[in-house]
DNA sequence: AAAGTTTTAATCGTGAACGATACAAATATA
DNA sequence: TATATTTGTATCGTTCACGATTAAAACTTT
């Protein structure tokens, strides 16, 4: 397709990065009756993620491993706190730290969390896509990612 | 890796979700620069595709083309139209619907867009994101995206 | 020790996304 | 032809994203 001679790159057809980014956002969707149930939106789910993995986490190591800025992260960490998440507490040995820890809420979340992944793995059986297929589009896309950090 | 004993679906590095969402998120930075010249931003860069190829299309054809709610588009297309890249008139056959049409100004973007493509194939270059992967990946995400539009 | 630089969070403003709801126009049904 | 339903858009409220800026703490370098 690339070698036709016509070929017009401003076509919707042609992008590369509009599939990748109506496709995030439909796979969030699929996520949000799963998440809803724990009262936590997608970007949540995946400060949770982080924590299950380390409790005891500066909010910049989060932004590191997310790929969000802390002015993403900042207001999204607030609103778990007041939801009874985690919690936020300045670094004693490095003041301008802000150390994110889980609640029991949140431990207690890791529990229900786990049928999601399965449920969601439904979800996208439903839809017929291809499993080996995913996993050949996550191998390219976490080299994306290991490329554009550096 | 999914046969392993301890294999963790709820480990960051496990999901599929996350590496999509951030590349999107990745990509749409990386046209920011390019779409700065023209003062627009991604979401309104694919109105743009569409009307380039539909001068004269309801919303509710926009919305299903990239997606995207009308509750999404109206206030987007508001903006746009008050940046003067297009008119919103109401259909007179059907005064439910508003159609879009581009403006001069609109129409002329057109030509300034043109090289927008080959500059964001170079930045992927840079960053050595192989072409033939992105062309897989492309394919799956469009088998995606069909099967879950049904 | 004083001055400059870097690091880490927070604040502010703008622009998406999207669920819930509202509403008028068009269509279908009784 | 009334009444009900559907369709297309708009409005509202909440939550991301993110650039620009601010501020304080921690470091480096005179």
Redesign the interface.
Same mark, same amino acid.
């Given at each position: 397709m690339?070698l036709e001679e016509n070929y017009n790159?401003?076509?919707?057809e042609?992008?590369?990065?509009?599939?990748?980014?109506?496709?995030?956002?439909?796979?969030?969707q699929q996520?949000k009756p799963l998440l809803d149930e724990l009262n936590i939106t997608?970007p949540q789910y +995946?400060v949770l993620?982080?924590l299950?993995?380390n409790n005891e986490i500066p909010v910049k190591d989060i932004s590191e491993?997310? #790929?969000l800025e802390t002015n993403t992260l900042t207001p999204l960490l607030k609103r778990m706190e007041t939801n009874g998440y985690l919690q936020r507490n300045r670094s004693k040995t490095d003041e301008r730290m802000v150390i994110i820890s889980l609640t029991k809420k949140g431990k207690d979340a890791?529990q229900k969390?786990?049928e999601?992944?399965?449920k +969601?793995v439904e979800k996208l059986d439903c839809?017929?896509?291809?499993k080996k297929?995913?996993?050949?589009?996550?191998s390219? #896309?976490?080299?994306?990612?290991a490329?554009?950090k550096n």
């Open positions: 690339l790159p401003l076509k919707l042609n992008q590369i990065c509009f599939p990748l980014y109506s496709v995030s956002r439909l796979l969030i996520y997608y +995946l993620l982080v299950w993995e491993k997310l #790929l890791h969390a786990l999601i992944p399965q +969601l839809f017929s896509v291809d297929e995913m996993e050949v589009m996550k390219i #896309l976490d080299k994306v990612i490329t554009v």
